[in-house]
């Protein structure tokens, strides 16, 4: 539960610029903003970096203008809220006796994209429009006004990760960071390379096909799309979409990324795995990602019947027929190689071993692993379904290694009889990553393949598992898991908001041992370093990836906001400590 702070303890919010000065910053600081409590408990004392976190400073949307426009302002922090769902005592000496236990910093949902690539489906979106055949049932997510920005939003989180340098509460520099999937959009080799590069700190040209123009929607006279350099557009007519002269240039600018300062740690997604991250990587697919055409709208049903087919039957005649027909229903553009689409054992060879992937996973293409940190141990699973559709699963393989490892780290855990087992063993404790959430491990497509409650049942049975960490849904929230047999407690869900969407934003994590019998999970939400406004330039990514977070607030289209609840952001999550 959410545990309510008496009025004698509730603690004082102070906004950004407040913060800043003097005696109210020190106070922040040194941890005068206390965590919630039904009684006056110790206040906590934070020892790392608050500014550049949102306990200092939030992000919210303004007063709506033109169409329902709204900009982006400054608000005020938020410190973090204690729960206790899951059992054990938020006891006052916790604070003086805890050390730390491992800090990580947490991306997901990246979604870096080609948003010129023939592979992309943005005629889907369109389809979805107010009066389009899908929009009873809108389908959303193949076209964003802000997909053009998404190197420059990575590369301002790696600049925000890199200057708060330490976690907020236990002040240690973060172990790692970690990308737990749809880092790349659309499976294509030059997504993966741009996000690779972007956090390896290398040279980036985010552009392909004719480097002399841009060729995707927003260059189109289709007036169902943003077109940011000017002209009449329905965003703009309808929803106050800004004029923003330059900006399709300045999104394919060259930049050197600063590169994240921690060593970092990937994780398969299914937008890495599958076209637009439902469709398998099928020959037809394959060929249009590297072709010259790319795919408009369709106006009538005869069109969409013949679009349909043509892609069914990778028919290259019918293709080249409504290339050159009056319709446009496919238009031409400048092939590139780059955008070809990358099997799960090519992703993981542009990898290496550098980041989590390991030579195993390199030999047999697989893309599960586990790595150490202390007494941490982490368990990387991929819950991707190469059958196809969004949703996840694990293949019984895996399934069975992941009960293998949690048995070799735990020296007592509940057997599936239910009865205790003992064994000697050194015990880990462990943390779970993954890109689905146990809620969305649904897809049963192929056979042979584990759902989300199996493997949920199959966690709450070892108590020294305490800890899930995942993306997916780009929504931050964090859910109990509770223990129903056995030993008290369970373990906690952290899941959090994605780049591409609203409020693009990403997590710290620290994990700490009271020493009172429990441990703290401490989740922190971060945003980037761009300013709350782009102010009219277009000169540096901070600047443009200001400009996306405001176009991402601004999406008309039919979508969620990923910023959820105050209990699902900054939050202490309490545990009873499994050994």
């Not at 992309?120 to 055949?133: A, F, I, P, W």
């Not at 970092?264 to 249009?288: C, D, K």
């Not at 106006?299 to 069914?312: F, G, I, T």
């Not at 070799?408 to 993954?434: C, H, M, Q, T, W």
């Amino acid at each position: 539960m959410i545990r309510d702070t008496p009025p004698e303890a509730t603690p004082r919010v102070f906004p950004r610029r407040q913060l800043l000065k003097g005696a109210a910053f020190g106070a922040v600081a040194s941890g005068l903003v206390a965590f919630p409590g039904r009684a006056a408990i110790a206040v906590p004392a934070l020892r790392g970096t608050v500014e550049g976190t949102t306990l200092a400073r939030t992000l919210r949307l303004g007063k709506p203008g033109k169409g329902g426009y709204r900009k982006i302002v400054a608000g005020p922090g938020e410190p973090h809220l204690l729960r206790d769902d899951l059992g054990g005592t938020a006891a006052a000496g916790r604070v003086s006796k805890r050390r730390e236990l491992l800090s990580f910093v947490h991306l997901t949902d990246v979604h870096i994209i080609d948003a010129q690539s023939p592979a992309r489906v943005e005629y889907l979106d369109r389809l979805s429009d107010r009066g389009g055949v899908l929009s009873s049932f809108p389908v959303t997510g193949g076209y964003r006004p802000q997909e053009l920005l998404t190197t420059q939003v990575a590369e301002s989180m790696v600049r925000a990760v890199n200057r708060i340098g330490r976690g907020p509460v236990l002040g240690a520099r973060p172990s790692f960071t970690i990308n737990t999937g749809d880092a790349a959009d659309n499976a294509q080799y030059n997504e993966v390379r741009w996000i690779i590069d972007v956090l390896d700190g290398k040279r980036i040209r985010p552009d392909s096909g004719d480097p002399r123009r841009y060729e995707g929607v927003m260059a189109w006279s289709d007036a169902r799309y943003w077109h940011p350099h000017g002209g009449d557009d329905l965003p703009k007519r309808e929803h106050g979409f800004p004029t923003v002269p330059g900006l399709l240039p300045a999104a394919r600018r060259p930049f050197t990324a600063t590169g994240l300062k921690t060593p970092w740690l990937a994780v398969y997604g299914n937008h890495e795995a599958l076209v637009q991250g439902n469709l398998p990587l099928l020959p037809v697919f394959r060929e249009l990602a590297v072709g010259n055409v790319k795919i408009t709208a369709p106006v009538s049903d005869a069109e969409r019947r013949e679009v349909a087919d043509a892609l069914r039957k990778g028919d290259k005649a019918a293709v080249k027929r409504m290339t050159e027909s009056r319709s446009k229903v496919f238009r031409e553009v400048t092939p590139d190689p780059d955008r070809r689409l990358l099997s799960r054992a090519e992703v993981i060879r542009e990898h290496g071993t550098h980041h989590g992937y390991t030579a195993a996973n390199l030999k047999n293409g697989t893309a599960y692993y586990a790595f150490d940190r202390g007494v941490v141990r982490g368990l990387v699973l991929d819950t991707c379904n190469p059958a196809g559709y969004s949703e996840g699963s694990l293949d019984s393989a895996q399934f069975a290694w992941l009960e293998r490892e949690l048995v070799k780290g735990s020296s007592r855990y509940v057997g599936e009889d239910g009865r205790i087992v003992r064994r000697r063993a050194a015990d880990r404790l462990f943390i779970v990553f993954s890109h689905h959430t146990i809620e969305t491990l649904t897809n049963g497509l192929g056979g042979d393949r584990v759902l989300g409650k199996e493997i949920e049942k199959l966690l709450l049975r070892f108590p020294n598992a305490v800890l899930w960490v995942n993306g997916h849904t780009h929504v931050n929230e964090v859910i109990p898991h509770r223990r129903k047999k056995g030993p008290k407690g369970g373990f906690w869900e952290v899941s959090t908001a994605a780049h591409i969407d609203w409020p693009q934003q990403s997590r710290i994590l620290e994990l700490a041992d009271n020493r009172d019998g429990t441990l703290s999970v401490f989740a922190t939400v971060i945003d980037s370093a761009a300013p709350a406004s782009h102010q009219g330039r277009l000169d540096d990514p901070d600047r443009l990836a200001a400009l996306s977070r405001e176009l991402s607030a601004n999406d008309w289209q039919p979508h969620l906001d990923g910023s959820g609840k105050p209990e699902d952001r900054n939050v202490e999550l309490l545990l009873p400590a499994p050994f």
